[in-house]
């Protein structure tokens, strides 16, 4: 299970760019991994669903991308350290999932994200951690 921290300090522009662009590749590897074959129907491999969560810097700010092999119903659910769940969403008829999550109103912890297809579940957890920077200065 992959953990991520945030911080009110951010991690910079740069990192950003580069969360953002290696999300968005990843997607676009997972998409073109689908299964072909002859007939007109994919057969799903042992994976089918591929998900990922990551942060929006300077910000308590995580976006969840999944992709499955299978149509169906897609379930997200974030869950706090005792296993409650404080978000709940699902849609029905389709293979890909994208959303921001705006997790500014949570207290500090640890949340899990919990994506599913119905037939496979991904966990990711992510802490939240209010901090404060101090700075020195000369005059």
Do not use: C, W
């Not at 994208?98 to 579940?121: C, K, P, V, W």
């Amino acid at each position: 299970m992959k953990t991520m921290t945030t911080r009110a300090n951010g991690t910079g522009f740069r990192n950003a760019i580069r969360k953002t662009a290696f999300a968005f590749t990843a997607i676009a590897i997972m998409a073109a991994a689908q299964p072909s074959l002859a007939g007109d129907e994919p057969q799903p491999g042992p994976e089918t669903l591929h998900t990922a969560v990551f942060h929006l810097p300077n910000s308590v700010k995580f976006k969840a991308i999944a992709k499955s092999s299978t149509q169906g119903k897609m379930t997200v659910r974030i869950r706090n350290a005792k296993n409650e769940v404080v978000f709940s969403d699902f849609q029905r008829n389709v293979d890909g999932y994208y959303r921001t999550f705006d997790l500014s109103n949570l207290a500090d912890g640890a949340y899990t994200f919990e994506i599913s297809n119905g037939s496979e579940t991904r966990r990711q957890t992510v802490n939240i951690e209010t901090t404060f920077a101090r700075t020195v200065s000369v005059q």
